[in-house]
């Protein structure tokens, strides 16, 4: 079965841009979440989507924004980038909503 | 506030003794606790499940332990190996489709 699949790995936008990341969950998991990671937050909860509807979302700015299509495969928006915003972002999957599954991860650099 | 606590210094063992790890948090009410573990530039790989109902489980070389009163989690790798290097990462879901991640503790094993 194949994991979960992110692209792109690696991103370089400039302040102000946007950015648009994908995930596609393993075959079946209808969950799918999404986290920023960088050193001195560790992972930090962005939102959760189950059959198109977002559950849940952490404490982010309205700039950080997500979907969710019907074949589960997901993605999220950062608009207005700020420097602030270079981090590792990672999506994960879930077939009941307990165990993830997480992809590899976007690294993106905002200079 | 809720807090999640992890070591943040780096754990350094010798091969073949056992590493402990902590995780300890407050103001959370986890329905279930969960242990990850990721190497540089991956994203998080479950280990581990343990519910608030559960005092110990096992899975192989590993350990968990659960004590809500103290709320606190202890992760064992026994008869540790250089490749355990990584950092562990505690998690608690609390419900609302959201988990909320600990800032994780670096492992060295040396052989």
């Known amino acids: 079965k194949a994991g979960v699949t992110q692209t792109p790995r690696y991103l370089i936008k400039t302040r102000g841009q946007q950015v648009t990341l994908s995930c596609s969950p393993i075959?079946?998991?209808?969950?799918v979440s999404w986290y920023q990671q960088t050193p001195g937050q560790g992972l930090q909860f962005l939102f959760e989507?189950?059959?198109?509807?977002?559950?849940n979302k952490g404490n982010f700015p309205g700039r950080f924004s997500g979907r969710q299509f019907s074949n589960s495969r997901s993605e999220m928006n950062v608009s207005t980038l700020e420097l602030g915003d270079s981090a590792l972002y990672l999506c994960?999957?879930?077939?009941?909503?307990?165990?993830?599954?997480f992809g590899p991860g976007t690294r993106l650099t905002v200079l | 506030s809720q807090k999640i606590e992890q070591n943040s210094e780096a754990l350094n063992i010798q091969e073949g003794k056992t590493a402990t790890l902590t995780c300890n948090y407050t103001n959370y009410s986890p329905a279930y606790l969960q242990w990850y573990r990721q190497d540089p530039g991956r994203g998080p790989v479950f280990l581990l499940l343990i519910r608030e109902n559960e005092k110990e489980k096992r899975k192989e070389r590993l350990k968990v332990t659960f004590d809500t009163t103290l709320k606190q989690s202890l992760f064992h790798i026994t008869a540790s190996q250089p490749a355990d290097s990584a950092t562990y990462l505690c998690?608690?879901?609390?419900?609302?489709?959201?988990?909320?991640f600990g800032a994780g503790t670096r492992l060295f094993v040396k052989a």
């Open positions: 075959s079946g998991h209808r969950s």
């Open positions: 994960a999957s879930s077939l009941v909503g307990n165990e993830q599954f």
């Open positions: 998690a608690l879901y609390t419900g609302g489709f959201k988990t909320i």
């Open positions: 989507y189950f059959s198109e509807t977002q559950r």
